[in-house]
Each structure stands twice: as C-alpha cells, then as structure tokens.
C-alpha cells in the first residue's frame, strides 16, 4: 500500500475537512451503500465501473467520494482525482490550471484521471444556454469510452437528473456506474451538537 501524503492529497484536491477520511472511519448507513463496491473496487476501476451516489444533505456522500479516491490511489496506486460541480464548470469557462505552477488544467486533469469524483452534482448554477449539462455530458461519454471510472454525487435522485442532464446522460450514468441512493443520520447536525458539547451548551 502506498503512504500518502499531503502532495498526493492536494493532486487529489480533496478538501482538508476530509484529509483524515478512512474506510473505516466510515458510518453504518455509508458502508451499507458503498461496502460491496469497496470489497471489489480494483476490479470496478480496471472495468471503469463507478457509482452515481445520491441522497439528501449530510449522509456523508462527499466523505464516501474522498475516501474512495484515497483508497484507490493508496491501496491500488490508481491516480484519482476530486472536483464539485461548480469547480468542474468554472474550469470550463476560464480553463484555469490546476494548480499556479501547474501546466495541466483541471480539465484536462478530469478527462485524463483514471478516477474522477464529481462532487455535488446539481449545485452548480446552470443557465438557460444548457452549457454545463452539455460538457457534462460530453466529459462522461469521454471517460465511459476510455473505461475510466467516474464517481458522482448529487442530492439529486435518479428522476430528477434526467430531467435536468436528459435521458442520454443517464444512460450513461446506467452503462457505467452502480446508482445507489445514501440514507443516513445528518452528519452535520451530529458534528453542531459534538461542537456545541465542547463548549459546555446543550
């Protein structure tokens, strides 16, 4: 297995709240979503097999996306890397790079990696012009071609992403990933009660 360390986890961008995020610090509710998945994970990313993770707010979904894309470049030395929505539009338009010092964009970055995380999928601003959900589209068809493996999580169930991306996307999603819905405890609303304990309130 190979150490990571803090380069791997900015080439990962994965944000700092989820740097310390474990397989086994992994709740019940997330391991019953993603457990089978991780049992057999090097043969999901040799097969380009993903997940399309949906639920509400604060069952965990980014942490699962972080910890997938730490265990697959640790335990299986797989490159992975992870975008939100609105990063992966925003590099779109002004095609920025990945990092100052970087020659590589983060659109070049999440059309090559072999594992991508899309985060957040649905908060992005969308306009009338249908720009995002095209590129979108386009980027996914690129990496089912290629047989690299794409995570995406979204507050979205299955129904209203293809009303909002079309029916072709979700195709997609369909011929390369497991859709699995997260339920779960609000994760957030456990943290404000752990941080309002330290401080002596109730």
Known sequence: MQ??????????????????????GLTESQLHAVGNYLGILDEHVRRGVGMFLWGDNSVGKSHVGAVLCKVVWGLYGVPS???????????????RPLFPESRETVCERSAKVRFLVIDDLGREHRSSSGFAENKFGAL???RSRDKKTTVIT??????????????AA???????????????????????RKNMASLGWS
């Not at 979204?154 to 029916?167: F, V």
């Not at 979700?170 to 943290?191: D, H, K, P, T």
Request: hydrophobic letters at 40%; a positive charge.
């Open 3 to 24: 150490k990571l360390t803090g380069d791997h986890l900015k080439l990962m961008n994965i944000g700092k709240r989820f740097w310390g995020a474990t397989r086994k």
């Open 81 to 95: 890397f992870c975008v939100t929505a609105a990063e992966l539009k925003e590099a779109w338009i002004d095609d």
């Open 140 to 142: 996914l068809r690129q």
């Open 154 to 167: 979204t507050n979205l169930d299955p129904e209203a992403y293809t009303s909002i991306y079309g029916k």
């Open 170 to 192: 979700f195709e997609l999603v369909r011929e390369c990933m497991i859709i699995q819905e997260m339920r779960g405890s609000n994760l957030r609303a456990v943290i404000e």
